[in-house]
């Protein structure tokens, strides 16, 4: 394409980026549009109720250059994200073990800004290598920054389903629906589920997903499902603080309860 025109050159990319992302059959972004709902945590949590399922999980820190997992989880990793774009090592030379969780992770690398602002063909790459990794693992979770900048967007495209936490709050809500909406423009057809996070209640959790479903209809015509309901729970600050599990730490509180029921239902899907 010597003499393409930057549209046409825009259009290939974007090619480029769905064809990789109809690899990912096995992939789950997990996504927010806003910092602070539980994004981490949920990824992490929800990947240690696969495991109890017998499923063998692979977590990906997606969000470059403010990556956490390993911190949440304890983990002292030898290698992480950065070794892999500076070229020293290859993605699976990079994977660590959580024995607490029982699945594996690939950890990302905090402040570093240079991640964030990979050029799209490295991102492709990185996408590329992850998608053949994949095929190691039953699940692979992509734990995704927030907001809608490039790496989000790019990466996310990769996952066979997205699912985007939100909790009540107003702000929340919008960015969920910015994230939504920004998606679906530029992934048609990508399949989006929602998580309402930190409520009170059921009801409080159905209200607010009713809020968010009510603008997907009038303003994108499409209609995200209600993959669950995840109640407020003080024992979720207290496994953070102890980077433990909840599930390992208090396996029958509520909200472990409710991710271990998320869990089993993606799975019924599948």
């Given at each position: 394409m010597?003499?393409?025109?930057?549209?046409?050159?825009?259009?290939?990319?974007?090619?480029?980026?769905?064809?990789?992302?109809q690899?990912?059959?096995?992939?789950i972004?997990?996504?927010?549009?806003?910092?602070?709902v539980?994004?981490?945590?949920?990824?992490?949590?929800?990947?240690?109720?696969?495991s109890?399922?017998?499923?063998k999980?692979?977590?990906?820190?997606g969000d470059?250059?403010?990556?956490?997992?390993?911190?949440q989880?304890g983990?002292?990793?030898?290698?992480?994200l950065?070794?892999?774009?500076?070229?020293?090592l290859?993605l699976?030379?990079?994977?660590?073990?959580?024995?607490?969780?029982?699945?594996?992770?690939?950890?990302?690398?905090?402040g570093?800004?240079?991640?964030?602002?990979?050029?799209?063909?490295?991102?492709?790459?990185?996408?590329?290598?992850?998608?053949?990794?994949?095929?190691n693992?039953?699940?692979?979770?992509l734990?995704?920054?927030?907001?809608?900048?490039?790496p989000?967007?790019?990466?996310?495209?990769?996952?066979?389903?997205?699912?985007?936490?939100?909790?009540?709050?107003?702000t929340?809500?919008?960015?969920?629906?910015?994230?939504?909406k920004?998606?679906?423009?530029?992934?048609?057809?990508?399949?989006?589920?929602?998580?309402?996070n930190q409520?009170?209640s059921?009801?409080?959790g159905?209200?607010?997903?009713d809020?968010?479903?009510?603008?997907?209809?009038?303003?994108?015509n499409?209609?995200p499902?209600?993959?669950?309901?995840?109640?407020?729970d003080?024992?979720?600050?207290d496994?953070?603080r102890?980077?433990?599990?909840?599930i390992?730490?208090?396996?029958?509180?509520?909200?472990?309860?409710?991710?271990i029921r998320?869990?089993?239902?993606?799975?019924?899907?599948?």
């Amino acid at each position: 394409m010597e003499n393409a025109t930057p549209e046409q050159l825009q259009t290939a990319a974007r090619g480029a980026v769905l064809h990789t992302a109809q690899k990912g059959h096995n992939m789950i972004a997990v996504a927010s549009g806003k910092g602070g709902v539980g994004k981490t945590w949920f990824s992490v949590t929800l990947a240690q109720a696969l495991s109890g399922f017998r499923q063998k999980v692979l977590v990906f820190d997606g969000d470059l250059g403010l990556a956490n997992i390993d911190i949440q989880l304890g983990l002292m990793v030898k290698y992480d994200l950065g070794s892999v774009i500076s070229g020293g090592l290859t993605l699976n030379q990079v994977v660590s073990r959580s024995e607490k969780g029982r699945f594996d992770v690939i950890a990302g690398r905090s402040g570093s800004a240079g991640l964030a602002s990979m050029p799209i063909g490295r991102l492709q790459i990185l996408g590329e290598d992850l998608s053949l990794l994949s095929s190691n693992y039953d699940k692979v979770i992509l734990d995704m920054g927030a907001g809608v900048e490039k790496p989000v967007r790019i990466l996310s495209g990769l996952a066979e389903q997205i699912i985007v936490i939100c909790t009540e709050e107003p702000t929340s809500l919008t960015d969920a629906y910015a994230y939504i909406k920004i998606m679906t423009m530029q992934y048609p057809g990508c399949r989006i589920n929602i998580v309402v996070n930190q409520v009170n209640s059921e009801r409080e959790g159905q209200r607010t997903y009713d809020t968010l479903l009510k603008a997907c209809r009038n303003f994108l015509n499409i209609t995200p499902p209600l993959l669950g309901i995840i109640r407020r729970d003080t024992r979720v600050r207290d496994s953070i603080r102890n980077q433990a599990p909840l599930i390992s730490r208090y396996p029958t509180s509520e909200a472990a309860e409710d991710v271990i029921r998320i869990a089993r239902r993606l799975l019924q899907e599948q």
